[in-house]
Structure formats: C-alpha cells, structure tokens
C-alpha cells in the first residue's frame, strides 16, 4: 500500500462497532501514502472513517489527495472516468461555490 498510486475504500473491515481494530488500522496505513489518490465511498465507510479518526477525517475533507463521497456508486464511476473532476455533480459543486462568492464580493 505504500507504493500505490491510487487506493479506493469501499468497506469497513469487520463487523462494526465491535471489530473495529481492522477498519481502523487500514485507515492509518492509507494515510501514510501521501502521493495517493485515495477515494473513499459510501454512507457507512465514511461514517466509520469519521467516527475512528475525527482528526485525519477533517484533514482530508480539505485534502486534494482524499476524495470523499457518501455514495459508494459514485466512486466507482470517478475510477471510470479517471478524474473525480469530471463529474457532472463535482463541476455543478464547483459553479455553485463560484456563483456564491461572486453574489458575496457583489453584496
């Protein structure tokens, strides 16, 4: 894992919350690559990924090496589409947060 270039996390390892040791190790090695793309999806591997680390889940809300989406389905197509960018839900994100301070800096 220390050598690769783009790691995708679609699980928790375990059976939660009693067996958490697995899940929470995985997440401390993952963030020890600091070159890869690391795209973590679905509602119940983010939950867990921000209940186990608060501190490294905050950090990589603000990582552009971390991508975090709550729909385990739309990891699978940024791995289609090779750049989480390009997403028309991403781009729509984007325009939205430029609009907002455009109308701010206006007001």
Known sequence: MNSAKTIFVNVVMGLMPHF???TSKMDEAIDKNRSA???FG???TLQTFKSLHPALYEAALN???YYLFTGGGTV???IEEGDPMG???VKALIDNKANYFKRSQNN
């Open 20 to 22: 958490w040791h697995g």
């Open 42 to 44: 679905g509602g119940d």
């Open 87 to 89: 997403l028309e839900i």
């Open 37 to 39: 793309q690391k795209l």
């Open 63 to 65: 990582n552009i090496k």
């Open 76 to 78: 699978l197509k940024v």
